[in-house]
């Protein structure tokens, strides 16, 4: 499974990147089996996830709240609809409930399943332009650079971070955290055995030194 992470920056440079190249995300297959999308939301951190698993027809779903259930539906491509995916869902039998007690006590109506649609289409662009971003953001476009690494249980953790009008998909490590990838500023660095003095270049590095 594909564990993806990215944050506002690069949520919002996926979408320029994706309507540059539009047609690599429509036409793009899976590049993995299973995903797993974890976006940072303000008030909810990182509590929100969508699973996504590839099938015959494409892609279904399951949006959760930590261990709550909250959504399942199917991503398909229509590419000779007005859009190039039709996404579809249902919401919980209990987070049905919880809307129509809004409902009846904010005296608004769809409020609640207003913002879940909202975190659906949310979600289920960054999956489809991250893995398009996986599978073609070397090759259409060297300003984009991507590395990824296997990790124990076969999984893979990717984290998006953009760094210097580049946008990285950053590998982590079994034991690291995904969000401890951080920025190295430039800084020159003195060698006590040689007395030498070099200049090191920025990079993103995450919490294990090693």
Same mark, same amino acid.
């Given at each position: ?5 990215? $944050? ?16 690599? !995300? #429509? $036409? /793009? ?16 951190? *990182?509590?929100? +996830? ?21 959504? %399942? ?6 590419? *000779? ?6 996404? @579809?869902? @249902? ?7 919880? /809307? ?12 609640? %399943?207003?913002?879940?649609?909202? +975190?659906?289409?949310?979600? @289920? ?13 070397? !090759? ?9 690494? %296997?990790?124990?249980?076969? $999984? %893979?953790?990717? !984290? +998006? #971070?953009?760094?210097? *009008?580049?946008?990285?998909? !950053?590998?982590?490590?079994?034991? #690291? ?30 919490? *294990?030194?090693?």
């Amino acid at each position: 499974m594909y564990k993806i992470y990215m $944050d506002e920056d690069s949520y919002n440079y996926l979408r320029e990147w994706s309507e540059d190249y539009r047609k690599y !995300v #429509r $036409d /793009c297959p899976a590049v993995a089996p299973k995903f797993m999308i974890i976006c940072k939301v303000e008030n909810l951190g *990182d509590r929100l +996830f969508l699973y996504v698993t590839k099938t015959q027809y494409g892609y279904k779903f399951n949006l959760n709240l930590d261990k709550t259930l909250v959504a %399942k539906g199917k991503i398909i491509r229509t590419p *000779d609809g007005e859009n190039d995916f039709q996404v @579809s869902y @249902s919401m919980s039998e209990t987070v049905e409930r919880e /809307c129509a007690l809004e409902s009846k006590k904010k005296q608004q109506e769809h409020s609640v %399943k207003t913002e879940i649609e909202f +975190f659906i289409q949310m979600y @289920s662009n960054a999956f489809l332009m991250a893995n398009a971003f996986l599978m073609y953001g070397n !090759v259409i476009d060297e300003k984009n650079i991507i590395a990824t690494g %296997k990790n124990a249980g076969n $999984d %893979k953790i990717i !984290v +998006f #971070r953009k760094y210097k *009008d580049k946008l990285y998909a !950053v590998p982590v490590g079994h034991h #690291r955290s995904p969000e401890g990838v951080f920025e190295v500023r430039g800084h020159f660095r003195h060698y006590k055995n040689t007395g030498k003095v070099v200049w090191i270049d920025g990079y993103l590095k995450g919490t *294990d030194k090693n």
